[in-house]
């Protein structure tokens, strides 16, 4: 299961509440492009837009790396929203394996062992790579191509692994193939800009 339109946005105006930030603002980039490309692929554009409103809702939490992927995971258990819980997961290992994440590991055990034990049990589809794709090209404000995205994690991280760079370029000429037009097109890179309030 997984919110409305209008529930996931008062979820995240309300997260933005608890803990300010610009990463609201990148949830409302990926749930743009999610909603542009599952349309384009005849997907269901409001479930992947809702998902892509709150892959991120465990930063309602505080400023936290790996933690917030549990964080986010725990919350939308709690709302009886196993689907957007999922992606809360998901969005963060292509692979779907904890090994993959290259932050900070800030999570007691008991959270890494949440993470594990739902990871393994998680049957992924499109919408999962479908916000992997989303968060691998979504700005604060605008959309960005994967290398610029990419980078700029990189500089903040440190590192960039080059085989969850690989990763995202695959799922780039996935959907693709399925929508059969160029994604920067499909979401409207050079126009879409985040309106200030």
Request: proline share 2%; hydrophobic share 35%.
């Amino acid at each position: 299961m997984f919110p409305s339109v209008k529930e996931a946005e008062r979820i995240l105006k309300e997260s933005e509440d608890i803990n300010p930030g610009i990463w609201g603002n990148h949830c409302r980039v990926v749930a743009h492009c999610a909603g542009k490309i599952a349309e384009a692929c005849g997907m269901d554009s409001e479930k992947a837009y809702v998902l892509g409103l709150l892959h991120d809702i465990g930063r309602r939490f505080g400023i936290r790396h790996l933690g917030h992927v549990s964080d986010g995971y725990s919350y939308m258990m709690s709302l009886g929203y196993d689907e957007a819980a999922r992606i809360c997961l998901t969005h963060s290992f292509n692979g779907i394996k904890v090994e993959e994440y290259f932050g900070n590991f800030d999570t007691t055990d008991e959270e890494l062992e949440l993470i594990k034990n739902a990871l393994a049990g998680a049957v992924t589809d499109d919408y999962d790579r479908l916000i992997q794709l989303c968060d691998s090209m979504a700005g604060s404000e605008r959309v960005l191509c994967l290398e610029e995205r990419m980078g700029d994690v990189k500089r903040r991280y440190g590192s960039y692994p080059q085989k969850k760079w690989d990763a995202n370029f695959k799922l780039k000429e996935y959907f693709e193939e399925k929508s059969g037009r160029n994604i920067y097109e499909i979401v409207e890179k050079e126009s879409f800009r985040i309106k200030k309030i």
